[in-house]
């Protein structure tokens, strides 16, 4: 029933996202925001491929542990990949609010990202195999959580000075993806059920995409 139930939760989460990037890609109308936006949900669908398409194969077949090689490179990618997403995500905050400036801003995000791609790459995760550390787990998603620290504050505080209804929750997409992964990272290795933050995690970022697509329908309309 999991294997099952989880397949068909991916499939229409990896299908959500990449039709609605692919979307705002082709129909943005020349609109920087959506065409980041419409990177970044691609981005988004295509990262987290790498990890989710063989776990449910793994899953429909001979199970996890058969598949520990696989899973770890997803892994690496999907991680790579969402330092990427967060990037992406600080331009449509500068593009949507007109910043200009905020040079000390824009480095420390890209020391941010390439700090954790960095530390992703380093041998000591043991992406492949089965008695991956904690500690490396730890290391790496600090950067990660440093970055959406700076993202949720940005939008939180100029939705707010704009009156942005539209981008209004974004910031809180936001707290909810990573306060759904964080204990996931910590905990999922002792306490199994844990690893379920991840489908509610998958929504909050599906809440994300939504809100940046919803907000070019409705401009477009006007």
């Keep these: 029933m999991q294997a099952i139930m989880e397949t068909l939760f991916d499939v229409v989460y990896l299908t959500t996202v990449t039709l609605l990037g692919i979307t705002?890609?082709?129909?943005?109308?020349?609109?920087?925001?959506?065409?980041?936006?419409?990177?970044?949900?691609?981005?988004?669908?295509?990262?987290?491929a790498f990890h989710l398409v063989p776990r449910a194969y793994a899953l429909c077949t001979t199970g996890l542990q058969d598949f520990v090689v696989a899973l770890g490179i997803g892994k690496l990618i999907t991680s790579i990949t969402m330092a990427l997403f967060y990037v992406l995500l600080y331009y449509v905050w500068r593009i949507r609010y007109k910043i200009n400036g905020k040079n000390g801003l824009t480095v420390t995000m890209y020391v941010l990202a390439a700090l954790r791609v960095a530390l992703c790459l380093f041998p000591q995760n043991a992406w492949t195999s089965a008695e991956a550390p904690l500690s490396w787990a730890i290391y790496r998603n600090l950067p990660f959580a440093a970055m959406g620290l700076i993202v949720i504050v940005l939008f939180f505080t100029e939705a707010r000075k704009h009156n942005d209804h539209a981008y209004r929750f974004m910031w809180l997409t936001i707290v909810l993806s990573f306060g759904f992964?964080?204990?996931?990272?910590?905990?999922?290795?002792?306490?199994?059920?844990?690893?379920?933050?991840?489908?509610?995690?998958?929504?909050?970022?599906?809440?994300?995409?939504?809100?940046?697509f919803m907000a070019m329908k409705k401009e477009q309309k006007q």
Excluded at 191 to 207: N, Q, R, S
């Design 181 to 212: 992964y964080l204990p996931v990272v910590l905990w999922a290795d002792t306490i199994p059920w844990v690893g379920m933050l991840m489908i509610p995690k998958t929504c909050a970022y599906v809440w994300t995409i939504l809100i940046g």
């Design 24 to 48: 705002m890609i082709r129909k943005n109308k020349g609109n920087l925001q959506y065409l980041l936006f419409g990177i970044m949900a691609v981005t988004l669908g295509a990262g987290d």
